[in-house]
């Protein structure tokens, strides 16, 4: 991506809450290069960048960088500030959060992507920008461009090696089935019964489900922004071009989130679980202990998937379900 060649003042940030500190002002920070970086604590593309911040933040803070993550929600889940918190926890993140509950820095920078970095030179002028993931070398390159022209004359390391395998140069992306939502305000359900906003609707599934939307099963109730399991037993199922596939959900209280899954018909292989799937009893379980993005599928290669979802308590929210494409490169 090009850097930004008109001259623009970054903006100052609106207040918010800081889930993580100390506070961060732009016209203080003034004298360093600031990484601005929008994220959301359950989007898979934000989440998988993180590991590069965090290294960034190592290497450099003591050299004149300041990171700042910006935390803009994208469900009204993620705008508690418990929730964000336990994630930024969960990541290890050691460099100041603030939460833009009402998306007034999200305003402020034009900002329209997760995930978002902004890089933001010592005269406060905004120098480059990158939206999604990839391009981390490319993004330290101008981190290190930048703390030079601040001053910084001792020689800078070699940039980060891939982090991980789908990283490296050769690997491949392949376009993957778009973010599905599951309720009604955004959701693409399939199901002869259709949505009917805010009330218990019983689905009785269907056979065929065209890639991209979902079907239901069982007593579920309709909210803007999930459905949520009214029995148990209930169950989600849909078809996607993928290599991994994540889930946002909420367990509610006082029970922790539990689904059961299946994949084109069968317990998840070994070598495609995501980390929040084991097995029990020749089934395979997902589980969490928090609203969060749950690891089903994580496969070294891209194809088209089915997936069953059933989950065993009532209450359990179904938010959203994500897709990642990158595939490691293949072996020499």
Not at 152 to 180: H, I, N, S, W, Y
Request: aromatic fraction near 10%; charged fraction near 25%; hydrophobic fraction near 40%.
């Amino acid at each position: 991506m090009p850097a930004i060649t008109v001259p623009l003042r970054a903006p100052e940030l609106a207040p918010g809450t800081w889930v993580q500190g100390p506070p961060v002002s732009m016209a203080f920070a003034r004298g360093a290069v600031v990484l601005v970086d929008f994220w959301e604590s359950t989007c898979v593309n934000c989440l998988r960048t993180l590991p590069y911040l965090v290294e960034w933040h190592r290497r450099y803070a003591g050299r004149g960088l300041v990171v700042v993550g910006i935390h803009t929600p994208e469900f009204e889940l993620t705008a508690d500030p418990a929730v964000v918190a336990q994630a930024v926890a969960a990541e290890g993140l050691p460099y100041p959060v603030l939460l833009d509950a009402e998306k007034a820095n999200w305003q402020r920078f034009a900002n329209h992507y997760w995930p978002a970095k902004y890089l933001v030179d010592a005269k406060g002028y905004l120098r480059y920008e990158h939206f999604g993931e990839r391009a981390y070398g490319e993004t330290e390159s101008w981190i290190q461009r930048l703390l030079a022209e601040a001053g910084d004359k001792e020689p800078m390391p070699e940039l980060l090696a891939p982090l991980r395998p789908e990283d490296a140069p050769g690997a491949v992306c392949f376009p993957a089935t778009p973010e599905l939502y599951f309720g009604w305000h955004r959701g693409r359900l399939s199901s002869v019964e259709g949505y009917r906003p805010e009330e218990e609707v019983r689905h009785r599934g269907q056979e065929a489900i065209p890639p991209g939307t979902f079907a239901a099963r069982g007593l579920w109730f309709h909210a803007a922004e999930y459905l949520e399991s009214r029995e148990t037993g209930a169950e989600l199922e849909l078809v996607c071009d993928a290599a991994g596939v994540h889930l946002v959900a909420d367990g509610g209280k006082p029970t922790a989130g539990e689904l059961e899954i299946e994949l084109d018909g069968e317990p998840v292989p070994l070598s495609l679980r995501g980390e929040d799937v084991v097995e029990r009893d020749g089934r395979t379980f997902a589980a969490w202990e928090r609203p969060r993005r749950v690891r089903l599928i994580e496969a070294p290669d891209f194809a088209r998937r089915h997936l069953r979802l059933r989950f065993p308590h009532s209450g359990t929210r179904a938010y959203a379900v994500s897709f990642t494409s990158c595939v490691r490169p293949p072996e020499a």
